[in-house]
T-cell receptor
Framework: AQSVTQLDSQVPVFEEAPVELRCNYS??????LFWYVQYPNQGLQLLLK??????LVKSINGFEAEFNKSQTSFHLRKPSVHISDTAEYFC?????????????FGDGTTLTVKP | DAGVTQSPTHLIKTRGQHVTLRCSPI?????VSWYQQVLGQGPQFIFQ???????GRGNFPDRFSARQFPNYSSELNVNALLLGDSALYLC??????????????FGPGTRLLVL
C-alpha cells in the first residue's frame, strides 16, 4: 500500500521569501510523483511531476521539486513567492502502468503568502 | 480544447437519497478516475475505469458505483446518502498508451452537500 505524508499542514511566509513544502511517501513499487495546486472552490491543477531521469523537476512558474529516493521524499520549493501563490498544495504518488490512474494524495499544505 | 467537465457543479441532497454525478473526459482520453475530497483532506481514490471496464476500486462501500459509457464519459452513483458523503467529487481523465499517459487531468468537481 502507498501512503503520502505532507509534513506541514500550514506554511505562512512573507512575499518574496523562499518556501519549502515537504512531502514523504512510502511505496513498495516504483512510482510517479506529482505536486498539484488547488485554489479555493476549484479542482486540482498539475504543478509538476517526476517520472524518471533527472531528480530535479521544474514548473513554468518558478516552483521546483527534487526526488530523493533514499529518503523517499519529493519536497517542493520556490526561491521567491508571490501573493498569487497562496493556495492548497497536494503531493501525490501513483503506480506506473495500468494503475497510473489511481493516485494516493497527502492531506495538503496550505501556503499563505503575506504582504 | 475543452478540459474535463463535470455536472452538476453543486448539489444538495438529504440523507437516504441517491445521487448521480457526471464526467466528460478530455477528447481522446479513454481512462477516467473518480476521487472524493472531504473538506480539509486530500482526494481519496474511488474508482478507475478504462475502456468501459473497472480497473481499480478504492476503499469505499458498495453504495458507491460507477460506469463508463462507449463515448468514455462516466457516471458516479451513490445510494443511501449519509452526512459523511458531503464532499467535493473530482473526476480525472488520462490517455493510456499516448504521450503524458501518466498524467491525470482533473475537472472542477461537483460539490455535494448532504443534509
Amino acid at each position: 500500500a502507498q501512503s503520502v505524508t505532507q509534513l506541514d499542514s500550514q506554511v505562512p511566509v512573507f512575499e518574496e521569501a523562499p518556501v519549502e513544502l515537504r512531502c514523504n511517501y512510502s511505496s513498495s513499487v516504483s512510482v510517479y510523483l506529482f505536486w498539484y495546486v488547488q485554489y479555493p472552490n476549484q479542482g486540482l491543477q498539475l504543478l509538476l511531476k517526476y517520472l524518471s531521469g533527472s531528480t530535479l523537476v521544474k514548473s513554468i512558474n518558478g516552483f521546483e521539486a527534487e526526488f530523493n529516493k533514499s529518503q523517499t521524499s519529493f519536497h517542493l520549493r520556490k526561491p521567491s513567492v508571490h501573493i498569487s501563490d497562496t493556495a492548497e498544495y497536494f503531493c501525490a504518488v501513483s503506480d506506473r502502468g495500468t494503475n497510473a490512474g489511481k493516485s494516493t494524495f497527502g492531506d495538503g499544505t496550505t501556503l499563505t503568502v503575506k504582504p | 480544447d475543452a478540459g474535463v467537465t463535470q455536472s452538476p457543479t453543486h448539489l444538495i441532497k438529504t440523507r437516504g437519497q441517491h445521487v448521480t454525478l457526471r464526467c466528460s473526459p478530455i477528447s481522446g482520453h479513454k481512462s477516467v478516475s473518480w476521487y472524493q475530497q472531504v473538506l480539509g483532506q486530500g482526494p481519496q481514490f474511488i474508482f478507475q475505469y478504462y475502456e468501459k471496464e473497472e480497473r481499480g476500486r478504492g476503499n469505499f462501500p458498495d453504495r458507491f458505483s460507477a460506469r463508463q459509457f462507449p463515448n468514455y464519459s462516466s457516471e458516479l452513483n451513490v445510494n443511501a446518502l449519509l452526512l459523511g458523503d458531503s464532499a467535493l467529487y473530482l473526476c480525472a481523465s488520462r490517455s493510456p498508451g499516448l504521450a503524458n499517459q501518466e498524467t491525470q487531468y482533473f475537472g472542477p468537481g461537483t460539490r455535494l452537500l448532504v443534509l
